[in-house]
């Protein structure tokens, strides 16, 4: 989980004074060094430590005249919006163009998630804006790189514009006239990367923004590069106006270096974050709600805005109506279990609720993927009737399910039972009566 350790250091600076009714200068000292040793191990830049250190003293040594707040509280607020103006403070959203289409111009280093993030993007425009927007294939160079993309779009139902051409401005250009034809209100560049920047690369990319004139130029950025990420943003933004940096790879163990330099040190706004290799991974980046999460206070407005993007409003509407109907069965259950998968990892999506980032107690749960898993596999071994019907399924149709999906009977047992404990509760709640829930376990 990315910032763990930092997060967690800083929490325990932080908790040294939450009990206190008092605050010394000794005291503060002692938590700044902290707080500065677990930045620099986040591999956080130097010069950004420093000063965010130097603000935090002032701030807190300052605020001590006010008696009447809890002073550990008041550092800790003062640490939140610290940390909060070190990432930006204010969210920042795409430029748009007068006239569609607004054009992204996607750069940066191979293998950083640029293709995918291209994907995401306009997954994440066409879900929140309804938008109709056309990637453009312009990295021709990396093998495969035209065919991903193509793929990406095939199942975001997006299309793509690539050609057999060397010439990728000119590739870029015919593809701005294929949507202004099409009337597309975004277009999204790909763009070829290296492993390092080179002249040859910035010539092209500059060439391609001389024909693209695009709105937004972003630096996708894999977090997990630390505050090296700050270099090679540097170094793009030289011969590039670049408007923003996309950070991916946030749902690794990336110390948080990047995320918390990019910013102090380019003066960049990061616009998205990448979570995932999935085509949904993808968050708006938001600075206050960044730095409670590390601070472990928890993300409840990023978890609903999840929650109301990938849940299907329609979907869960006839799901209840199933619920109340009793006719809720194996391959509603199965898209259920789809609709929250989508949602993303199910212990990320538990570390956003407040108080649950560090709580000890879900520190080594390993959950529900697998589990999820089995449970899918023993539906799709089960035949339609089957699951159709769960009252059907006698002990010899049991063992024959728990040989095609290859697990054991009892698991496959238990996985029936508890579907319809489930079933009969939802039942009963769905339909207003609450009586009999006190013989269901757990209830
Ligand atoms: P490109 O060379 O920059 O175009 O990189 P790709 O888009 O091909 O991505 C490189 C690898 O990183 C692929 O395996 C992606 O699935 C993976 N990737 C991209 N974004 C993320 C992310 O946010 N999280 C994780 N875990 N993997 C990612």
């Given at each position: 989980?990315?910032?763990?350790?930092?997060?967690?250091?800083?929490?325990?600076?932080?908790?040294?004074?939450?009990?206190?009714?008092?605050?010394?200068?000794?005291?503060?000292?002692?938590?700044?060094?902290?707080i500065?040793?677990?930045?620099?191990?986040?591999?956080v830049?130097?010069?950004?430590?420093?000063?965010?250190?130097?603000?935090?003293?002032?701030?807190?040594?300052?605020?001590?005249?006010?008696?009447?707040?809890?002073?550990?509280?008041?550092?800790?607020?003062?640490?939140?919006?610290?940390?909060?103006?070190?990432?930006?403070?204010?969210?920042?959203?795409?430029?748009?163009a007068?006239?569609?289409?607004?054009?992204?111009?996607?750069?940066?280093?191979?293998?950083?998630?640029?293709?995918?993030?291209?994907?995401?993007?306009?997954?994440?425009?066409?879900?929140?804006?309804?938008?109709?927007?056309?990637?453009?294939?312009?990295?021709?160079?990396?093998?495969?790189?035209?065919?991903?993309?193509?793929?990406?779009?095939?199942?975001?139902?997006?299309?793509?514009?690539?050609?057999?051409?060397?010439?990728?401005p000119?590739?870029?250009?015919?593809?701005?006239?294929?949507?202004?034809?099409?009337?597309?209100?975004?277009?999204?560049?790909?763009?070829?990367?290296?492993?390092?920047?080179?002249?040859?690369l910035?010539?092209?990319?500059?060439?391609?923004?001389?024909?693209?004139?695009?709105?937004?130029?972003?630096?996708?950025?894999?977090?997990?590069?630390?505050?090296?990420?700050?270099k090679?943003?540097e170094?793009?933004?030289?011969?590039?106006?670049?408007?923003?940096?996309?950070?991916?790879?946030?749902?690794?163990?990336?110390?948080?270096?990047?995320?918390?330099?990019?910013?102090?040190?380019?003066g960049?706004?990061?616009?998205?974050?990448?979570?995932?290799?999935?085509?949904?991974?993808?968050?708006?980046?938001?600075?206050?709600?960044?730095?409670?999460?590390?601070?472990?206070?928890?993300?409840?407005?990023?978890?609903?805005?999840?929650?109301?993007?990938?849940?299907?409003?329609?979907?869960?509407?006839?799901?209840?109506?199933?619920?109340?109907e009793?006719?809720?069965?194996?391959?509603?259950?199965?898209?259920?279990?789809e609709?929250?998968?989508?949602?993303?990892?199910?212990?990320?999506?538990?570390?956003?609720?407040?108080?649950?980032?560090?709580?000890?107690?879900?520190?080594?749960?390993?959950m529900?993927?697998?589990?999820?898993?089995?449970?899918?596999?023993?539906?799709?071994?089960?035949?339609?009737?089957?699951?159709?019907?769960?009252?059907?399924?006698?002990?010899?149709?049991?063992?024959?399910?728990?040989?095609?999906?290859?697990?054991?009977?009892?698991?496959?047992?238990?996985m029936i039972?508890?579907?319809?404990?489930?079933?009969?509760?939802?039942q009963?709640?769905?339909?207003?009566?609450?009586?009999?829930?006190?013989?269901?376990?757990?209830?």
């Amino acid at each position: 989980m990315a910032f763990e350790s930092l997060s967690e250091r800083l929490q325990k600076a932080l908790r040294n004074l939450t009990g206190k009714g008092k605050i010394s200068e000794a005291d503060i000292n002692e938590a700044s060094r902290e707080i500065r040793l677990a930045l620099l191990e986040a591999d956080v830049n130097f010069k950004v430590v420093k000063d965010f250190i130097k603000t935090i003293k002032k701030e807190a040594l300052g605020k001590e005249v006010q008696e009447s707040l809890n002073p550990g509280q008041q550092i800790i607020k003062i640490v939140d919006q610290e940390l909060t103006k070190m990432m930006g403070e204010e969210s920042v959203t795409l430029n748009k163009a007068p006239h569609i289409p607004t054009i992204i111009m996607m750069v940066g280093l191979q293998g950083t998630g640029k293709t995918t993030t291209v994907g995401k993007l306009a997954n994440y425009l066409k879900k929140n804006e309804n938008a109709r927007p056309l990637l453009i294939a312009g990295d021709i160079y990396r093998p495969a790189a035209i065919d991903q993309l193509k793929q990406i779009g095939a199942d975001l139902e997006v299309p793509v514009y690539s050609e057999d051409n060397q010439d990728v401005p000119e590739i870029v250009k015919h593809g701005l006239a294929e949507a202004d034809k099409n009337k597309n209100d975004y277009v999204i560049i790909d763009t070829a990367g290296r492993l390092e920047i080179d002249e040859q690369l910035m010539d092209e990319l500059k060439r391609i923004t001389e024909v693209a004139h695009p709105e937004n130029t972003l630096l996708v950025v894999d977090a997990m590069t630390g505050q090296a990420a700050t270099k090679v943003a540097e170094g793009f933004n030289q011969d590039l106006d670049l408007t923003g940096v996309i950070l991916t790879k946030l749902d690794g163990d990336t110390r948080g270096g990047a995320a918390l330099s990019v910013r102090a040190v380019t003066g960049l706004p990061i616009l998205f974050t990448g979570q995932g290799e999935k085509l949904t991974a993808l968050e708006p980046f938001h600075p206050d709600r960044m730095a409670s999460r590390i601070l472990g206070m928890g993300d409840m407005l990023s978890l609903i805005e999840k929650a109301q993007q990938d849940y299907d409003a329609k979907e869960a509407e006839k799901v209840a109506q199933k619920m109340r109907e009793n006719t809720f069965d194996f391959n509603d259950f199965i898209d259920q279990l789809e609709q929250v998968q989508k949602m993303g990892p199910i212990d990320q999506l538990i570390k956003m609720i407040p108080g649950m980032a560090n709580n000890p107690a879900l520190k080594n749960i390993s959950m529900p993927e697998k589990q999820i898993d089995h449970t899918k596999a023993i539906v799709y071994s089960m035949t339609p009737a089957e699951r159709e019907d769960p009252d059907i399924l006698n002990p010899s149709r049991r063992r024959r399910i728990a040989a095609g999906s290859g697990i054991a009977v009892a698991e496959v047992n238990r996985m029936i039972k508890q579907f319809k404990q489930a079933k009969e509760m939802m039942q009963k709640m769905t339909s207003g009566n609450m009586k009999g829930l006190e013989n269901i376990p757990g209830m």
